[in-house]
């Protein structure tokens, strides 16, 4: 999300460019959308959209935040294989519970209200081109996000998302192409984590899920998570946010 040094006029009228200082950082916008709750096809069919206006430099870095109905999201890792799915297909449809794939990495997992979905779309280029640091990175959002309420959530060796002790509480699953990203992170506010015993949650068979809400006794408004994670994802990435329209129908133009 490289920026453009600043032009100053010369005497002349000309446009000049102003080289930066060695001391001086060009902040990269982000465009924030809170779009409230999306069926998954339709969030998906967004990403695409602005992934690609990404792509051709029509818009700024992307930060959509929002909730999907309940809904299980199968990984390229277990795109031919439903073992980790333990519910039927009449289980699922009796719970509401309906069934992708996501086009994304990693395993299995499931979005349902009371969950913050969080979908970047930026990109890595010049100087973020690295996948593990990406992913390193949304973790450190979500750590970010957990202790604005006073929780503290950490990593844990050899496995990806945000936790506190055996239990998961943000999950990650990303997508890069051209070091653009889409996907993201799932962040448990007050998701009925009953859903997830439809599922071996990531492909992790010996821990737990929880949330804001189980940690804290009852969940913080979402509106507040969304602030948190915000705040977070600007400072982690060096970002300056601001919000736009919450249309989920088109792609911001320039």
């Known amino acids: 999300e490289g920026g453009q040094a600043p032009f100053a006029d010369a005497a002349n009228r000309q446009k000049v460019p102003v080289p930066l200082s060695p001391t001086q950082t060009v902040i990269a916008p982000l465009q924030v959308r809170r779009l409230g709750v999306v069926p998954y096809g339709e969030g998906l069919a967004l990403q695409q959209e602005l992934v690609a206006a990404r792509k051709a430099g029509h818009i700024p870095g992307q930060l959509l935040l929002l909730e999907h109905p309940p809904v299980?999201?199968?990984?390229?890792?277990?795109r031919n294989d439903r073992s980790h799915v333990l519910a039927s297909e009449q289980m699922l449809d009796e719970?509401?519970?309906a069934l992708f794939?996501?086009?994304?990495?990693?395993d299995v997992t499931y979005h349902g209200p009371g969950q913050l979905v969080g979908y970047p779309i930026i990109d890595l280029r010049p100087d973020r081109c690295d996948i593990h640091r990406y992913v390193r990175d949304l973790e450190e959002v979500m750590i970010g996000t957990a202790a604005a309420f006073g929780v503290?959530?950490?990593?844990?060796?050899g496995l990806t998302g945000a936790w506190v002790g055996r239990d998961k509480l943000a999950a990650?699953?990303?997508r890069i192409s051209r070091w653009i990203t889409s996907h993201g992170f799932a962040f448990n506010v007050a998701t009925d984590l009953s859903h997830f015993s439809l599922i071996v949650p990531c492909g992790i068979q010996d821990?737990?899920?929880t949330s804001l809400g189980r940690l804290l006794g009852r969940p913080p408004a979402m509106s507040s998570v969304e602030d948190a994670a915000i705040a977070a994802f600007a400072a982690t990435f060096g970002r300056h946010p601001s919000e736009v329209s919450a249309s989920t129908g088109h792609a911001?133009?320039?």
Not at 72 to 77: E, H, M, P, Y
Not at 152 to 157: D, E, K, L
């Open 101 to 106: 794939e996501a086009g994304r990495g990693g």
């Open 207 to 209: 821990r737990g899920v």
């Open 172 to 174: 990650i699953g990303v």
């Open 252 to 254: 911001a133009r320039p």
């Open 152 to 157: 503290q959530a950490g990593r844990v060796q």
């Open 95 to 97: 719970a509401g519970v």
């Open 72 to 78: 299980i999201t199968l990984g390229a890792k277990v």
